[in-house]
Each structure stands twice: as C-alpha cells, then as structure tokens.
C-alpha cells in the first residue's frame, strides 16, 4: 500500500469504530431508555475494546500482506460489521430475553416482564413495537436480584497478543511473509476463544449454587462444608467453583474445587474440609463459580453473594495449679465456695492487715498474741459468685495473630467461668476498652454456651486502658464478689485501682502475663521482664492472690502456679 492511503485508511477504520458505538448506544437507549445506556454505555465499551484492540492489529498485519486499499477497506468494513452484529445481539438478547438471531424465547421470566413493560436485564425496559396499554391494576412485578457476570482475561491472553505482535514486527522488519501466517493464527484462535467466552456468558445464570455449613466449631477443628451445584441450562464443561473460608489462616482461605463438566439438569454435591484456624465470629463466602475456555484464554465467572457466618468458641484447656473454687475455708452444701468479707454481724476469721483495711477491724487480741496488726473478717454472701474483667484495650495485645496475651486471656476466662457455672455459681463476664460488654450467667452447665458465643465475639479494638476503665464496676457489680482479673499489661499503678475496688469490697485475683515470653523478637523484652517482676512483688506485698501467665511455646499451653516469686 502506497504511503498516501495510510491516514486515509486510519481514519476510515476509527470513523467505522466510532459509527459502531453511536450503533450500540443508539441499540442500547431504545431497549433499555437512555438513563440506563449512559450507565451501560461503559460497560460496553469495556467490552468491546478487546475486540477493537484484535482487530486492529489484524488490520495492521493485512495492510502489509494486502497491497490493494480497496480490499483492505472492505475488509476492514467486514470485521468490525461482524463485531457491531454480535453485541447488538448480545444486548438485544440480555435486554429482552429473546434471541434476536433464532427469535426463540431464552429467558421466560425476563420476556414476560418485558411485554409487561415491567424490569428486564436490572434496568427499566421500553418494548421495541407499540404494545398494548397495560391494564388499571398490574400486578407488582416480582423483583429479581441482579446476577454479576464478568468475563476475565488471563495472563495466557496477553502473552498470545504479546506473541501475535512480536512476530508481525519480526516478519515485518525482515521482510518474510511467511511469518504473518503464525502470527494470524494465533491472532484467530484468542478470536476464537473470547468469541466462545462472549456467546457463552448466559449460561452461567442459570447455575445454581447452595451451601450447608455448621453455625459452630471450636478452635482447631476441622469442619465439612457442603455446595450443591444445579445446572439449568446446556450442558456446561470446564466448571470450577471457589469459596472463601473467613476462618482458616491466610494461605488457606480460598477453596477451590473443579466440577468438570455438568449435563443439563444435572446435580451435583461438592464438600470441602477447612481447619478452624482462631477464635471469632467469620463469614463463609462469597461463593464463585467460574468457566474456563478450550485454550484457557479467557474466563467467565459469576458471583455469588450470599454469605453464611460460622461461630469458632475459643479451645478450652484444664486450669492446672488455679483451684478458684476450693481455695475457700467453709463449705456450703457440700460444694468447696468462695467466701467473701464484708461488713455484716458474722464473724468469719482473722487474718494480717493489708492497705486500705479500716482501723474498726483490728483484732487487738490477735495482734498482741502474733506481734503484727491483724483484722477481723466478717462473712458477706456474694451476690456474683465471680467477675470476669476482658481488657480489649489494643495497645495491651502482645504476641502473633493466633498465640497472644489477648487470647490466652479470653481462653483462661472461659475456661474458669465453664468451672464456676458446673458448680452452680453465677458468673459475670464484662469486657473493657471500648464502652462496655456485658454478660450475666446464672450458674449451671447448660448455660455456658451463653459464655462461649459472648467470649467468640470479643475483638481487641478498644483504647482505653484497662486502669481507667476499671473503676466504672463499683455500684455495678454484687458487694462481695470476686473480681478475676487478666492483666495483659504489667503496671505497678494498677495497684491504686485494686486497693480502691477492695475498700469496695471487691477481692481481686490477678492473672498477670509475662509480656516478654509472648514478645520473643521484641527489642523491649527486658523492660518487660523487669515491670512484671516489680508489678508480681508489689501486688503480692500488698496481699493480692497473683497467677503468673507464661507462654510456654506450641499450642495452647499455660501453667498457673502460685509462687512467692516469678
């Protein structure tokens, strides 16, 4: 082709290109209004640069091949008339649900609220010939969920192009015709495969998908999930399903399962296994089903949006060496109980005098005969047997994702609280940092459930730290009650709080965490060793029961020992 005819052929093919929109929108603002064609307007323009971007290219490699501009031109017209035609019919057919190529009905549903001038295709619909007026009262269209159907390109696409071009330059800048002929043969077959990938995109709304799931596990099991799989179209080959498991660890949460190929018809039930990776409350899905083409060029997929939520309870572990509820002295229908001191008429012993005890108690009798200040206790029944304080403050967390301070606290709470209730004794669980949870348990077992599905939904996203935020128990909590308290954050000024909850008659029991064993890369560990040897020695002198929590490496392993130093 001479030099001359090359802006007139570009300008040609563009001005073709462009008559081709102006076709489409034209196509789409009658069916479907014009509204609903600006905002279709991109979405077909995205789909068809593909096409634009193919056919370009092949003009390119014809114009060197073809020396005639007249053959080029009508070529050129050929295409992308051939292009124009199949949207149109693809628009025509999503818009209606009528082929306009066999005339054949495709989607009964769609066709009737079209002739109804009801929705059709997601967007208001305005019938092609005159229709007939509709009566006074139509009955309400039912509405329909809209159906997300995308078509992808692989990388294998863009390497095939990459490919098509690199050996229409080479043949170009050495002159050998020979080579154009590899070059258009894969130019045809990525044709070849989005054309099948375009034509064959309805079909994945007519697949079925639906999930079975249990509602609960607990952490580190292992759970089915069930898809059935329903195929109301054609047959349909190279199907693959994927789902998302919120609740396994990252690498694992896709699931992905191939089905092969389903008849019309046809059922089938998929199952997967997912490990319960950690505690928390998560979502199962979305699900995802997806068609591959025979080169695996391109991709359609369709999204479902339903979502199903799985409950994981924290793992529980034996409390070995905390004995809450046989540390007491007296007993109460033949249950070891937690005696608390308060101030009624009931003599219940005498012990040494701690901070904070009023001077009315002192027991001169026992002091003259021990040679140190001692104080009465006088026995007060508890209205809350136990107090389980929760710090969601996120600045205490210490540790990995799953192995932390935060968790171990949820777990030694549960773990306690699931003692308590089978003793018969009420529990109380408030969470901290945040504003404030709370959850009241009569005592039994078969109220722990009730504890495990609060204990699931505990996240540490609070700021607050748990010192200020303590004190807002006094005149909410029982007189009496025993305050167990997880301290993930070793402060010697949470002494002062403690003091001020005992003058309140609160007994705390404090579970205090080793930071530096969670923090093993931590630049910090020393300091964290020295402010949880200085917080244990001066909540110990000041006559507090304190648990050291260490973590001990693997999985959930703790050990609660009471010692007279860490």
Known sequence: ?????????????????????????????????????????NKT????????????????????????????????????????????????????????????VVDEELAQRVQAGGKGGGVPVKPLLPQAPPPKKPPAPKPSAPKPRTSRWTVKAFLALGVAMALGLLAYLI???????????????????????????????????????????????????????YNAAAKMNHLTVLDHFAAESEPYRERRIAVGSLAAGERTTLRYGAICYRRGVFDIGPLEVRREFPLGLFKNRRIFGERCVIKIYPHLYPNRGFHLLTGGTRERVGLNTIDKSGLSNDFFGVREYRPGDSRRLIHWKSTARQGALMVKELEMPAELDLTAVIDLDGAAWAGDDKYNTFEYAVKIVGAVCEEVLAKGYDVRIVALGDGRRELEVKGGKREFPRVLDFLAGLKQTGYRPIGETLTTLRGRVGNGSTLLLPLQVPDPGILGTLLFLRRHKFESIVLLFDRSSFDHGSPHRAWQRKAFKSTYALLKKNGFTVYPVNYMGGPMVYELQREEAP
């Open 1 to 41: 082709m001479e030099p001359s005819f090359l802006p007139v052929f570009f300008l040609f093919a563009w001005g073709n290109l462009g008559f081709s929109y102006a076709l489409l929108y034209m196509l789409k603002a009658k069916i479907e209004g014009w509204a609903a064609a600006r905002t279709a307007y």
């Open 175 to 229: 002159s050998n015709p020979l080579i154009y002929l590899p070059a258009l043969a894969v130019l045809v077959l990525v044709a070849m495969d989005y054309a099948c990938c375009l034509l064959s995109s309805r079909g994945l709304e007519r697949i079925m998908v639906s999930r079975e799931a249990p509602s609960y596990a607990e952490e580190d099991d292992l759970v089915e999930v069930k898809l059935e799989v």
């Open 45 to 104: 323009s995205l789909v068809q640069l593909p096409l634009m971007i193919m056919m370009v290219v092949l003009f390119i490699l014809t114009m060197l091949m073809i020396p005639s501009p007249f053959v080029l031109f009508g070529f050129a017209v050929v295409v992308n008339s051939c292009i124009v035609l199949v949207r149109m019919c693809l628009i025509y057919e999503r818009a209606t649900g009528v082929s306009l190529i066999t005339g054949k």
